[in-house]
C-alpha cells in the first residue's frame, strides 16, 4: 500500500468510496453525491493551498485524506480542518491512522499549527480515531444538520500540529510545497 498525492484521474475512484457515505449515512451532510467531475474539481481547487492524499494498493484507491481552511479570515491561516474516509471493504486495518499521519506531515511542513475535525455524532469509531491520534474535544454544535428524517449534532474536535510561537512564518501553500520538495 502507497500513500501518494491525489490526482484528478483519481476522482472517480474517490467518488465511489464517498458514495455510499452521502446517501447511506449521517457521516457527511452533504444530501447530492458528487460525481467524478465534481470531486475532480475538488481535488484541483484543495491542491493549490492543502494536501489531498489516497491509499493505494494494487492500483486500487482504499481511501483518502484532505485539509481545508478552517475559516476564511486571515488570521485563521494556520489552521486547517481535515478529513479522512475508508472504503468499507478497507476499514479496520489503519488506513485512516496512516493517511491522517501523512496529511499531518505535510501540514506540518507547511507551517500549520492546528488541525480541527468536525465529527457528525454519534460515530465512535471517528471519534476513537480522532482522539487516538491527539484530538481531544473542542465542543458540540448541536442539532446543526437535518438529514435522513432527524436532526444531528456535529462534535469538534482539535489537535495541535506544532508550537508557532509569537512570531510564526507565513504557511505554505501545498502547491508550493510540492514544488520545493527534493
Same mark, same amino acid.
Given at each position: 500500500?502507497q500513500?501518494r498525492?491525489? #490526482?484528478?484521474?483519481d476522482? !472517480?475512484a474517490i467518488?465511489k468510496i464517498?458514495?455510499?457515505? *452521502?446517501?447511506?449515512s449521517i457521516?457527511s451532510?452533504? /444530501?447530492?453525491?458528487?460525481?467524478?467531475?465534481e470531486?475532480?474539481?475538488r481535488?484541483?481547487?484543495?491542491?493549490?493551498r492543502f494536501?489531498w492524499l *489516497?491509499?493505494?494498493?494494487? /492500483? #486500487?484507491?482504499l481511501?483518502?485524506?484532505?485539509?481545508?481552511?478552517?475559516?476564511?479570515?486571515d488570521?485563521?491561516?494556520?489552521?486547517?480542518d481535515? /478529513? *479522512?474516509?475508508?472504503?468499507?471493504?478497507? #476499514?479496520?486495518?489503519g488506513?485512516?491512522r496512516?493517511l491522517?499521519s501523512?496529511?499531518?506531515?505535510?501540514?506540518i511542513?507547511?507551517?500549520?499549527? !492546528?488541525?480541527?475535525a468536525?465529527?457528525a455524532?454519534?460515530?465512535?469509531? /471517528? *471519534?476513537?480515531?480522532?482522539?487516538s491520534l491527539?484530538?481531544k474535544?473542542?465542543?458540540?454544535?448541536?442539532?446543526v444538520?437535518?438529514? !435522513?428524517?432527524a436532526?444531528h449534532?456535529?462534535?469538534w474536535?482539535?489537535r495541535?500540529? !506544532?508550537?508557532?510561537?509569537?512570531?510564526?512564518?507565513e504557511?505554505?501553500?501545498f502547491?508550493?510545497?510540492? #514544488?520545493?520538495r527534493?
Amino acid at each position: 500500500m502507497q500513500i501518494r498525492v491525489a #490526482r484528478p484521474g483519481d476522482a !472517480q475512484a474517490i467518488a465511489k468510496i464517498y458514495a455510499p457515505i *452521502v446517501r447511506d449515512s449521517i457521516i457527511s451532510f452533504e /444530501s447530492v453525491i458528487p460525481d467524478g467531475e465534481e470531486m475532480a474539481t475538488r481535488i484541483e481547487t484543495t491542491l493549490a493551498r492543502f494536501p489531498w492524499l *489516497v491509499a493505494e494498493e494494487d /492500483s #486500487r484507491l482504499l481511501g483518502y485524506a484532505y485539509a481545508g481552511a478552517h475559516r476564511a479570515r486571515d488570521a485563521y491561516r494556520w489552521a486547517c480542518d481535515v /478529513s *479522512v474516509y475508508v472504503d468499507a471493504a478497507a #476499514r479496520r486495518r489503519g488506513l485512516g491512522r496512516q493517511l491522517y499521519s501523512a496529511l499531518f506531515d505535510c501540514l506540518i511542513a507547511q507551517g500549520l499549527g !492546528q488541525a480541527y475535525a468536525g465529527i457528525a455524532l454519534p460515530n465512535p469509531a /471517528s *471519534v476513537r480515531l480522532h482522539e487516538s491520534l491527539g484530538f481531544k474535544p473542542i465542543g458540540i454544535y448541536w442539532g446543526v444538520g437535518f438529514k !435522513q428524517g432527524a436532526w444531528h449534532d456535529v462534535g469538534w474536535w482539535g489537535r495541535p500540529l !506544532q508550537e508557532l510561537g509569537s512570531a510564526p512564518a507565513e504557511p505554505v501553500a501545498f502547491a508550493e510545497y510540492r #514544488r520545493r520538495r527534493p
